[in-house]
């Protein structure tokens, strides 16, 4: 057995990568549709990228941010604080997790406020909170619960609506249940924040309707209450905008990226209303390795390319162009593809039983029977039923169609 703990959904030995592949120490040229679970937005190894960090790592590798300031953290935190609005202050450090806790510090020492609410489905990290504030899966929490003040809401899943109800002729009970919530378990006046990923990752690749983070900002608006986008993995272009708020035009106070933001350097940033983030003072929270200074100057080179290298165009016209192919697909498997769903390139198929129930079993088997015919795919969902495609932005028509084809045959 390797010195490894972390275990992983593959037992391929990556030695290279370029573009949508990798290629392993056996010989595999295999099609990346994890991404490095949607870190690689620009394809492994972008020219851009590299070229970028190279030249970084002749200056400055390390300054520290508690210590002094540095030309690509500056750099980079205008360049974020631009394509945000302008009114924007941002916090670095090293990945979701962290900033995820780091957001709810910011939201809880501006508000005074100490409760938080969450979501069903949701993924948020696995730091001690960031993991009480997730509720995708049961085992991400076992033997960990100490954290008090999290409450937990329905997302507006509409395929599986908690409710019962049915998309369009429901009444939004998703939003109304916040009248129960707080007449019953939490008082909005004691609520510093509502975390919520814009589309749910982990949970399903679950995409809300628009009326449903336009309920929550509203809610938040009236009660006083800080909105927090979790927007690790739908930022950065993923959903065919830089950031998911744009793509739902629903303004948070408080976001969190990470992920694609370095295009795999760990790097992640807290990104907040000027009015927000200028009230949190020295001391109140750091670290010493956040906005490294290569991960920094990889970002830029990131995004640029999704800027002005046309990359988040691109984006938007593969998802179309993938979302087609997958609706062709449940046409002609409707027995056992149940929903279709996605956003720009944030897409996937939910897999049922001859009942209309989650079917583990067959996802495991089209995942693993894509891995041998060199496809990696990851499942998503709470019953991880599930697959879930995060190609890399750059992806071709041919490579969605050879890994279509690929599925297909799974199927068969
Ligand atoms: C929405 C979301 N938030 C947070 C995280 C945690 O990020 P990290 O693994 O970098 O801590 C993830 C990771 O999958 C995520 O998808």
Redo the contacts with the bound molecule.
Sequence with gaps: MPAIAAKRYTDLGAVKGEGCYLYTDDGRKVLDFASG??VTNLGHNHPSVVKAAHEQLDKLIHGGHLVVFYESYVALAEKLNQLTGGDTMVYFS???????DGAIKLAKYVSKKTAVIAFRN??????IY?AALTASNAKYRKYYDCVSGIYFAEYAYCYRCPFGKKQGSCKMECLKQFDTIFHTVVDPDCVAAIIV?PV???GGYVVPPKEFLEGLRKICDEKGIFLIF?????GIGRTGQLYAYQTFGIQPDIL?T??GIANGF?L?GIIAKKEIMSQWPHGAHSGTYGGNPVACAASLAVLKEMTEGGVIEHCRKMGDYFMGKLKALQAKRPEVIGDVRGVGLMLAIELIDDKGEPNTALTDKIIAYALKHDLILLPCGTYHNCVRFISPLVVTEKEIDIALDIVDKAFD
């Design positions: 679970v949607a090293n990945s979701g997790a962290e900033v995820n949701s993924f948020h990290g696995r730091t960031s990923e749910q990752g982990e979790d927007e690790v993995q739908t969190t990470s992920k760990p992640a």
